[in-house]
């Protein structure tokens, strides 16, 4: 099984693929957790690109779903691995929430694995300013006011639980585990 966590900065992805990784794990399974953008050079242009004043711009954007989409693409051995639940830190739909415009985007992740299940950690964009230390130039309100949207929108394209990231650590684990649990076929009684 394929699980993507999609949320915008903030959300608590990092934190909650972890726990996810753990239960499922002590619950026999074969986990491995992948990142968006990669440890590639790649991914490290993209980090780089990232950081940049002029990061929001059209132009920019553009280049970030080419690349984002290459790096993807260094990934699909993993994604196909059947003898795993693949836990992803963002994915294509990322590029969509951010650079928009679906068409291209789609275009350029034809070939990429779509996941078989989404949780988007829904946060307000006030906590997740909060949330995050402000240096990366997408950490504002307005920018992050769209991606959102654009999250809860292209969330109902697919199988997708959206979990809400406001509440504490454990409880939006909690909420996760039993979203998860039925797709796995764990008893909901496994779930503490």
């Known amino acids: 099984m394929y699980i993507v966590f999609e949320g915008i900065d903030g959300a608590g992805k990092s934190t909650q693929i972890q726990m996810l990784k753990e239960w499922l794990e002590a ?32 132009r920019v954007q553009k280049t970030l779903g080419l690349l984002f989409a290459a790096d993807r ?33 789609g275009v350029l992740n034809k070939y990429v694995k779509k996941p078989d299940l989404l949780i988007l950690l829904d946060l307000d964009v006030k906590t997740s300013v909060a949330r995050t230390s402000g240096e ?41 585990k039993k979203a998860v649990a039925p797709y796995l076929g764990i008893c909901p009684d496994c779930i503490l």
């Open 27 to 58: 619950n026999g399974f074969r986990v491995e957790t992948v990142v968006e953008p990669t440890d590639s050079e790649v991914g490290k242009l993209i980090r780089k690109i990232l950081q940049r004043p002029d990061a929001q711009s059209d």
């Open 73 to 105: 693409m260094l990934i699909m051995d993993k994604l196909e691995d059947e003898s795993k639940i693949i836990i992803s830190d963002r994915s294509f739909i990322s590029s969509l929430a951010y650079q928009g415009n679906p068409e291209w985007i």
């Open 136 to 176: 990366d130039t997408f950490e504002n309100e307005q920018f992050l006011t769209g991606v959102r949207e654009n999250y809860l929108k292209f969330a109902k394209d697919y199988t997708s639980e959206i979990i809400d990231a406001t509440n504490g650590v454990n409880k939006v684990s909690s909420d996760i």
